[in-house]
């Protein structure tokens, strides 16, 4: 993506916090996943289910996913986060600081831009709109936790048409094709600008 402003070369000695944690309203919640117990056992396992690992490749095991969860708890660069409908939880969430990931490399980020993984655990609750419902009301979320945040990035993997298309009905326009670890990746970006328009 091209730079916006003329201050991109500023932003770039700035740096920014860990990343927030949204507050959703009902009948959505979020909340920060523990890297023991029930969190663990469910991360891990909607980790290593077929149609999450096709795409994550983070089908590890228990003691991995432990190590993982514990370690992003500890830093400031990620926050994993399980995310309820009607007091169910389906998604599992990464929130980042995307110039602190490999997507920061990929395109001209600045330090508050917010990078998003998710996915949804159990297949029976695929393809009932649940992330494109969850979307716009997950990145509104985050733009008013970070005032300083001005995009939130996407990284699907570009075989993944069916949560691509989930993306941007959930408000996410694509850039580029991009190259991380293990896949090659379709940037998806939305803008604090796209998401107050939606407001008004």
Excluded at 166 to 187: C, H, M, N, R
Aim: hydrophobic content about 40%; proline content about 8%.
């Amino acid at each position: 993506m091209k730079p916006v402003t003329h201050l991109d070369s500023y932003r770039t000695q700035v740096t920014a916090g860990p990343p927030p944690v949204p507050e959703l309203s009902m009948p959505w919640d979020a909340r920060v996943a523990c890297s023991d117990g029930y969190d663990l056992h469910l991360v891990h396992r909607w980790n290593s289910a077929p149609h999450v690992a096709a795409f994550r490749r983070q089908a590890w095991t228990l003691p991995r996913w432990e190590a993982e969860l514990r370690a992003q708890l500890d830093g400031d660069d990620v926050r994993p986060l399980l995310i309820s409908w009607h007091g169910r939880p389906v998604i599992y969430a990464e929130v980042c600081r995307a110039a602190r990931h490999a997507v920061g490399s990929c395109y001209r980020a600045r330090p508050h831009d917010l990078g998003l993984n998710l996915a949804v655990g159990e297949l029976a609750m695929t393809d009932r709109g649940l992330v494109r419902s969850l979307l716009p009301r997950l990145t509104d979320a985050l733009f008013e936790a970070d005032p300083h945040c001005t995009r939130i990035v996407l990284e699907p993997d570009v075989r993944n048409t069916r949560a691509i298309r989930s993306f941007e009905a959930g408000g996410f326009v694509a850039a580029d094709e991009i190259v991380l670890p293990g896949k090659v990746a379709l940037l998806m970006v939305c803008r604090r600008s796209s998401a107050a328009a939606r407001t008004r």
